[in-house]
């Protein structure tokens, strides 16, 4: 097989390398490529394009594989928890038991926030989406820990500040949207269980203690969604991380990207489809041939990268059919959502093109089980992403030939125009 792909262009030969992975994915490595020939390559949406090497996700579409650091998303979700798995992504390896422990000291450590800081849930609105509370916290943390901002400053205190301080930042901003005091973190928690203290303590139950069964699905949910290679905002961190910018901004900028409701807003879409469907009769059958005639969107099926499966969605349904189950729940909602799942796998109009439930459809309906608002699914998958983002923004800043994002473009605008003052026109 060679190692070299050939261009011709202009009665011109150019070679440029072939870089092979170690599954055996092959790219041209067109770095050279405008300085020799001119030209620069055209790709919308960068889906053919790899912006980096990296050694902590790998992902094969077509047979439904996803790998952390080389370890199968099956094993872990299974036996392992959101704070190891966020270990071993971060640093590569699972932890020793002595590393574990120290991790752990330093998440519950960093849990609080300076009481400065708490005072700013007082200035947003109450009907602040908590997602635009979470972006404007997670920027400030880089003024109350200025050595942030030095050049190449990614320590372990910033890391775990992070890690920690998010899933109380994002507690916060929901116990104030409900009027309620907030609940500060206990030290005798673990990371998930603390989460869901600091969310659902409240003055009439303050000894709310989480049920074990919400503390593993919450784990499971994080570990699931805590890396994905180079999807918008994984990428939007290493772009925002390539001009040097400290862990805070770039988290940030990462929590805004996915924010959109074609990432990790869709599973907020998915109960918004499922709750149009019940106002307007609850008949799934007759959305999904409106969907078959292009008359409404589906949500919450087919993905961009798996075209077979989607390895965490197979997870998911298994917990999301054990914890309605456990938690002896009725909801219209998930008869509906258990029909269209039905119908897109015995129909071949949904098998044919591959639209199958994916992580979006089952974790919304897990959240909606937790008794997790909907407005916080993205804020949740935020929590679960922010390993992954801080993994790569560490990678990318120890690579030795860090270079600073500028994409090119093709300038398709007006040409040789002459200005005319304002007051001749």
């Not at 910018?245 to 807003?265: E, F, T």
Request: aromatic letters at 10%; a negative charge; glycine letters at 6%.
């Amino acid at each position: 097989m060679t190692d070299k792909a050939t261009l011709g262009y202009d009665r011109e030969t150019y070679e440029m390398p072939i870089v092979e992975g170690s599954y055996g994915e092959r790219a041209v490595d067109i770095r050279s490529l405008r300085k020799d020939t001119g030209l620069i390559t055209l790709d919308s949406g960068f889906m053919n394009t790899g912006a980096t090497k990296s050694a902590i996700t790998y992902i094969n579409g077509e047979e439904g594989i996803l790998l952390y650091r080389g370890y199968p998303i099956e094993q872990l979700a299974e036996a392992s928890t959101f704070v190891e798995t966020s270990y071993l992504l971060i640093y590569g390896e699972l932890p020793t038991p002595a590393q574990i422990k120290e991790f752990s000291t330093l998440l519950t450590y960093h849990s609080m926030l300076h009481e400065d800081m708490r005072h700013f849930f007082d200035g947003f609105p109450s009907s602040a989406h908590p997602m635009a509370v979470l972006s404007s916290m997670v920027s400030a943390l880089a003024a109350y820990y200025p050595d942030s901002i030095e050049p190449d400053t990614h320590n372990e205190h910033h890391i775990a500040r992070v890690l920690s301080k998010v899933r109380t930042v994002a507690a916060f901003s929901f116990q104030k949207r409900q009027g309620r005091p907030v609940a500060y973190p206990r030290n005798e928690l673990k990371y998930c269980a603390n989460f869901l203290h600091m969310m659902f303590s409240h003055p009439a139950e303050p000894t709310y203690n989480p049920d074990p069964e919400l503390v593993k699905a919450l784990n499971v949910l994080l570990i699931l969604h805590a890396d994905h290679e180079q999807n918008c905002s994984t990428s939007t961190v290493r772009l925002v991380g390539s001009s040097r910018a400290n862990l805070y901004a770039a988290i940030s900028a990462g929590i805004s990207a996915l924010w959109g409701p074609l990432h990790g807003g869709a599973n907020q879409a998915v109960i918004d489809m499922l709750q149009e469907i019940r106002d307007e009769g609850g008949d799934p059958k007759a959305f999904m041939e409106q969907v078959k005639n292009r008359e409404r969107r589906l949500m919450g099926f087919g993905h961009r990268v798996y075209k077979n499966f989607d390895p965490r969605a197979t997870i998911l349904k298994k917990y999301a059919d054990h914890l309605l189950q456990y938690l002896h729940i009725e909801d219209e909602l998930f008869d509906i959502a258990r029909e269209l799942e039905q119908v897109a796998l015995s129909d071949d109009y949904f098998i044919e093109r591959k639209l199958y439930p994916n992580v979006d459809f089952y974790s919304g309906v897990l959240y909606r089980a937790m008794g997790i608002p909907t407005d916080m699914f993205t804020v949740l998958f935020t929590l679960g992403r922010i390993p992954g983002w801080i993994a790569h923004w560490k990678e990318m800043m120890e690579a030795p030939d860090l270079k600073i994002g500028r994409p090119r473009q093709i300038y398709e605008g007006p040409t040789s125009r002459d200005y005319v003052p304002i007051d001749q026109r």
